[in-house]
């Protein structure tokens, strides 16, 4: 059994990550940790764990890390991740890291975006980047795995075959997603609380949003040129999943039967991704691993979709799917 530490357990991503792994067979949850003020059994902190999780959540000792785990689920805001990341490392245990802190790869673009210094180059840059169905082989073995953002999975997905294949333009892509409420994680805010929320749709980050440079790095890396992309995100009254609409220039005339064959062929034997018939519902997904798309042509644009659920394939669940392929298991173990 691989032994699995959760940092940050009391948090939205932590505590999915506890719900997926009590599902795995071949990895069990062996460590919780939280700041003190949110310590105690597991099951009191999250009651629908009762009787499925004994372990409490501790304030995190590196010595009982060491003993007890052999990879960390770092759950962390961004910021606050760098300050725990080398320490985990040096504890001997691998790092699934959620955080933007290890994604970016040109730490300038990390330090523009997020407005501080980046304080673990030297991990950064060993750092694979864990977009699994696009960078699995840079991620078999390899320590430190930079989890990408939710954003950026979706719209990635939703984008790189078209791109791969040259049949998009790389000069401009259109990005406009929803989200829910669960994307700004536990801790509430005036611009998140009920009365806000509620029956409402709004648009923020106009055209400053933290996942612009992370989309444009997937895509180019994936594409093999410079994409330029445009990010539009907004907030939906409701809880998880992520819809996104990518709009792409054609490099070519291109049909809606075309697109659909070549991202069948693109995502063929991929466990996660499905193509559809149709643009895809978040419930759907919702609470699943499952990436859905579909790309049709309109006005001799293409326009691909895709739907995941932030929780999971955008956070807690592509984790795990890279924690198995660290460790040479069949990538979807308490996945499906
Ligand atoms: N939510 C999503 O959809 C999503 C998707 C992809 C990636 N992510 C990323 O995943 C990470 C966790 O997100 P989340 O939604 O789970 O956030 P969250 O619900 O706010 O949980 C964050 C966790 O980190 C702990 N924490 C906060 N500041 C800390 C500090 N200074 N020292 C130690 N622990 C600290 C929190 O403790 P308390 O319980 O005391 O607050 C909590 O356990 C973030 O980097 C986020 O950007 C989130």
Known sequence: MIRVAIIGASGYTGSESIRLLLGHCEAEVSYLTALPEECGPAEKVFPQFRGRCGLDIEPLDLDKLSESSDVALCCLPHKVSMGFVPKLLASGVKVVDFSADYRLKDAAVYERFYAVEHTDRENLAKAAFGLCELFRDQIR??????????YPTGAAL?????LKA??????MVIVNSVTGASGAGKNPSAKFHFPNMNENLFAYGVGTHRHMPEIEQILTSAAGRGVSVLFQPHVGPFDRGILSTVYMEPAKDVKPRELLDLYRDFYAGEPFVQVCDGPPLLKDVATTNYCHVFPTAVKGRIVAF????????????????NMN???GLDETLGLR
Do not use: M, T, Y
């Open 141 to 150: 073995g390899v320590n430190l795995v930079a989890n990408p953002g939710c």
């Open 158 to 162: 939703a984008a790189v075959p078209a």
């Open 166 to 171: 040259g049949l998009a333009r790389p000069d």
């Open 306 to 321: 895709s739907a995941i659920d932030n929780l999971v394939k955008g956070a807690a669940g592509q984790a795990i799917q």
């Open 325 to 327: 392929i660290i460790f």
